[in-house]
């Protein structure tokens, strides 16, 4: 069974200040996707990784994906607080279309 | 282009009663999913159809939830009889099939309180 796993799941950081959150998942996958959700809205795609080693990049955020290790990260660049939101990473296991979710990153950045 | 329509926005029922929620996908879209978030948890698939047709229902309780979609357009989501564990949103997506478009579009969620 495809189990995807995220961490921090709770990240309160300074404005200014840079990190990292991680996503592991358990089995081969070629294709990865990040999305961001605001308190009561739906989720909204902020980045598509469809091979090793891909790496992507929209303003403060980078995503990059290791497929060998089964592990992507989305770094933050010097946060600002419209930032805050949870960040999903999600796997289609093995080309199904079939799509997990991984437990989310609650990210608040302080002023 | 227009977005996932989804209807209701929230609803609130007691515990028994039926409910159902409506979705209708980006157009041109063939695959449509149904999840289901609870507070503070990711997206839970339920149901992936494929045109009119069911891909992946494994993670459907189909004891109380059904689901169709009717020439592979808009699609409903009924539960019967509704449990207090049912409070949830769901959320409906659409993508494109196939290799045309990896990307999934969600709507804004259908907000459930069981009572």
């Known amino acids: 069974e495809l189990k995807v796993e995220q961490n921090p799941l709770f990240l309160s950081m300074q404005e200014g200040k840079n990190y990292t959150i991680y996503c592991n998942y358990s089995t081969t996958s070629d294709r990865l996707y990040w999305y961001r959700q605001d308190p009561g809205k739906s989720l909204e795609s902020l980045f598509v990784?469809?091979?090793?080693?891909a790496v992507k990049q929209e303003g403060r955020l980078m995503a990059s994906l290791d497929t060998k290790a089964r592990l992507s990260t989305l770094h933050i660049t010097a946060a600002v607080h419209d930032l805050s939101a949870t960040y999903f990473c999600a796997v289609d296991g093995s080309g199904t279309y079939k799509y997990i979710f991984g437990t989310g990153t609650r990210l608040k950045v302080l002023a | 282009e227009a977005g996932v329509a989804q209807s209701p926005r929230y609803k609130i029922i007691e515990k028994r009663q039926s409910v159902a929620f409506w979705c209708n996908p980006i157009?041109?879209?063939?695959?449509l999913y149904w999840y289901q978030q609870i507070l503070g948890q990711g997206p839970k698939l339920l149901i992936q159809?494929?045109?009119?047709?069911?891909?992946?229902d494994s993670q459907l309780p189909k004891d109380r939830f059904s689901a169709e979609r009717l020439k592979g357009v808009d699609s409903t989501l009924k539960i019967q009889p509704a449990k207090l564990e049912d409070s949830a949103v769901y959320l409906c997506?659409?993508?494109?099939?196939?290799?045309?478009?990896?990307?999934?579009?969600f709507g804004p969620g259908t907000r459930l309180t069981v009572t």
């Open positions: 159809f494929q045109n009119n047709g069911v891909v992946d």
């Open positions: 990784l469809l091979s090793n080693g």
């Open positions: 997506a659409s993508r494109l099939f196939g290799t045309s478009g990896y990307e999934q579009y």
């Open positions: 157009s041109g879209h063939a695959t």
